[in-house]
């Protein structure tokens, strides 16, 4: 479809407008459906190239036309806000710990020459990644509103499970940093989204206790509670009750049911809550010496 229009333009537009043959510049105007085939199209190509942040905008285009996301879209949506947060998070551990290196050597030292002339460099750097976080997080939790906002019984178990689930992991991350009633506002959004992802979880169209859903989502709800709300105990119980019961369920469950990649998959996620079970469970009876 297009429009007709004889706008007064500059010699270096004209030449770049296409015209019919009496002279008049070509409008296209493109139906909602192509608009949103021409987002997907630019978001793949940016994960081709690896340009997260082009995909992150892409991806939020796709968001904001109202419709479910597909699985293949779900899977970019996430890789351009976990790469896009991910660096940035990673770039803001890396500042804590100079910054904890330069007070160690400051306090070591009997003159004051390098030590606190650095700080206040390293703390303006770490607050603008932390703003850059906080912008990232508020994207991607305005961006899961919309899609838990789709019309009424578009989205099954599976995706309910996924978008509250990231909607406490984004929470969590601004915990990490932020202090005081911030804080607290945060701390409070994650586990509502945590508990909300669990209420899925367990109601009558629940997931497999292998789903790797599940399993994900306990991972990342037991290290909150653990490390965020300092419920150490609750973490701990969360993490093992959810592993023993996906072990059990993955002995008796026959392969063909569930498929490999599936149990591939769940057993990644397995390693990792053992891995925290093991160092939590040290943790605690070191606590008890």
Request: with cysteine.
């Amino acid at each position: 479809m297009f429009n007709y229009a004889n706008p007064t333009m500059s010699d270096d537009d004209e030449s770049l407008t296409p015209r019919d043959d009496e002279g008049f510049s070509t409008i296209f105007v493109l139906k909602p459906d192509q608009i949103r085939a021409k987002y997907l199209f630019h978001a793949q190509l940016s994960e081709e190239v690896q340009d997260f942040e082009e995909l992150k905008i892409n991806i939020l285009h796709l968001v904001n036309a109202g419709q479910a996301l597909s699985d293949s879209e779900r899977k970019l949506f996430l890789l351009a806000f976990k790469n896009c947060v991910g660096s940035r998070r990673k770039a803001w551990r890396v500042l804590v710990q100079q910054e904890q290196d330069v007070i160690s050597k400051n306090n070591k030292s009997s003159s004051n020459n390098s030590g606190p002339s650095l700080l206040p460099h390293l703390r303006l750097y770490k607050s603008e990644i932390e703003l850059e976080i906080e912008n990232v997080c508020d994207e991607m939790l305005k961006a899961i509103d919309t899609l838990l906002n789709v019309p009424k019984g578009q989205l099954n178990t599976t995706e309910k499970v996924f978008y509250w689930k990231l909607r406490g992991d984004y929470s969590r991350y601004l915990c990490e940093f932020q202090q005081g009633s911030q804080r607290e506002k945060s701390s409070r959004q994650a586990l509502d989204a945590y508990n909300q992802a669990k209420d899925v979880v367990q109601g009558p169209l629940g997931l497999r206790p292998s789903d790797p859903q599940l399993l994900g989502l306990a991972l990342n709800m037991s290290v909150f509670h653990y490390e965020i709300l300092g419920n150490q105990q609750e973490g701990l119980e969360l993490c093992r009750s959810v592993y023993q019961d996906a072990e059990n369920h993955l002995r008796n469950v026959d392969e063909n049911e569930i498929g490999a990649n599936v149990i591939r998959s769940a057993k990644d996620v397995l390693k990792l809550l053992r891995d925290n079970l093991n160092l939590w469970e040290q943790e605690q009876l070191e606590g008890k010496r």
